[in-house]
Structures are given as C-alpha cells and as structure tokens.
C-alpha cells in the first residue's frame, strides 16, 4: 500500500499568518490529518520577536498595520498562485479593531489577489457558525495577550451583526504563547462560562482545540475556536471531523467564504 504523501488530499488550504506564529497551521493540519494540507503563507507583524516573543499586551498599531497595503495583499497573492481551494486569514484582532464594515472592505480589495478564490477572515468564519448553529449569545475567551480595549472591540464586533456578548475577557493564561495549555484554558472557560448559548475561544495564537471536546463535554454547550471557525468556514464540502468540536456536524452556509 502506497503512504499518504499529502499530494492526493482532496483539500488544499491557504492561510495567512503573522510572521512569528506557528499556531494557526499547526491547528489546522491537526483537524484536517488526511483529509488536507495546509499552505501558509506569512505577514510582517512588530507586536511578534523571534521564537514567537510578544509583550505582555500587544500593541494596537501593529494590529491595524496588519491589514493595510501591500504587504497582505502579496501575502495573498503568493499563497493564492498555489493550487489551493480558498484562503483563510487567521488573524483575529484586526476585525476586533476595523469593525464589521472595514472587515468587508478589507475582503473586496483582497479577493483580486485571491484570483477570486474564497477567502474569509476568522471572524467572519465565527459569525457564520453562530448562524448555522443557532447561537444568540456568546461567551468570548480573547488570549491572555489581548487587553481590555481590544476585549470591548470584540463584544461590539459580534454585536454588529446581531450576536449578543455576555462576556468577553482574556483568559488567565501566561502571556506567552507555548504556555496556554488546553488543561489551563479548560478549567477558565468551565469556570466561567455563566448564561451564555456557546464558547468563543478567539486568537489564531491560542492554542485551543484539543480542549473543545472536554469543554463541549463538561458544559454541554458548542465550542467555537478561531481556527476551528476558520477551517469549516472555508470547506467546499462539509466534512465530519471527529474530536474537533459538534461544529462539524453542522451544514456551512453559503454565507460568508467568497
């Protein structure tokens, strides 16, 4: 019998990452094992050093930097040239800080160099699942490196398009990225939780998909992480994906990747 040697996998996926993460491919291979290979391609971002290095809280301006010309933009386009079936942008904080409006924006003057492919921000990835799944009212967990301001950003982000937040906060992690561990993010979220339908762990950069299973568990209610939104935002066909999440079980709608 032949090995698998990703070439066949009837999926290829491109990504856009800040330039000192490894987060966003790492999770999204995991998810997608067999079924897919994941692309990325990477962005200038000064709130991030070497080894993946960042300041207690980042800082606003790089954020916004993040999006602007040209450098995403021939990110996209030299990720886009490859065989890929759509590119997801897997940087939560930018639609944080531009809003709903300047996200679309954002999406229209990118979809050229995507060669018209799909391409969806994580964000929008998220709203999509809370609409697929009936989900009113969000609990966001942002990565301990998000401060307040950014935290009141995504509460008005989601309430834009209509999505209630009952709480959004940074969870009580190191601020170091290879320290938040699915067991520390498992025991904030049970904890604090409250009334809310479903979870929104955000931040491409924080690890959180090997906790959705136990949280989902343990809570009975459905857990959206940033690059679980992003990846099922972006399939052509749904696919089951057992582990990551009842998201997988629920149909895309033919909202927001394109």
Not at 92 to 104: D, K, L, N, R, W
Not at 151 to 167: L, P, S
């Amino acid at each position: 019998m032949q090995q698998y040697d990703g070439w066949s996998a009837p999926l290829h996926l491109g990504v856009v990452v800040p330039e000192a993460d490894i987060g966003p491919e790492a999770e999204l291979q995991a998810m997608l094992g067999t079924h897919g290979t994941v692309h990325g391609s990477r962005v200038a971002f000064s709130a991030m050093r070497a080894d993946g290095a960042m300041d207690t809280k980042i800082p606003h301006q790089p954020v916004l930097d993040f999006t602007r010309p040209p450098h995403i933009d021939d990110a996209v386009r030299a990720v886009a040239l490859a065989p890929v079936h759509g590119v997801g942008l897997a940087f939560t904080s930018s639609s944080y800080v531009h809003g709903a409006a300047e996200e679309q924006r954002l999406l229209e003057r990118l979809r050229t160099p995507a060669r018209g492919l799909p391409i969806t921000t994580t964000c929008r990835a998220a709203v999509a699942a809370c609409r697929a799944t009936g989900i009113r009212r969000l609990a966001l967990f942002n990565p301990p490196w998000f401060d307040d301001v950014l935290n009141e950003a995504g509460r008005a982000y989601f309430a834009e398009h209509d999505i209630a937040v009952t709480r959004s906060e940074a969870v009580t992690a190191p601020s170091v990225q290879m320290q938040v561990t699915p067991e520390r993010l498992i025991d904030d979220v049970v904890a604090n939780i409250g009334s809310a339908d479903a979870i929104f762990v955000a931040g491409n950069g924080q690890r959180a998909i090997a906790a959705i299973e136990r949280i989902e568990n343990l809570t009975g209610r459905p857990v959206l992480t940033a690059n679980q939104v992003l990846l099922w935002n972006l399939m052509p066909e749904p696919v089951r994906l057992d582990g990551y999440g009842s998201l997988f079980a629920a149909t895309r709608t033919a909202d927001l990747a394109g």
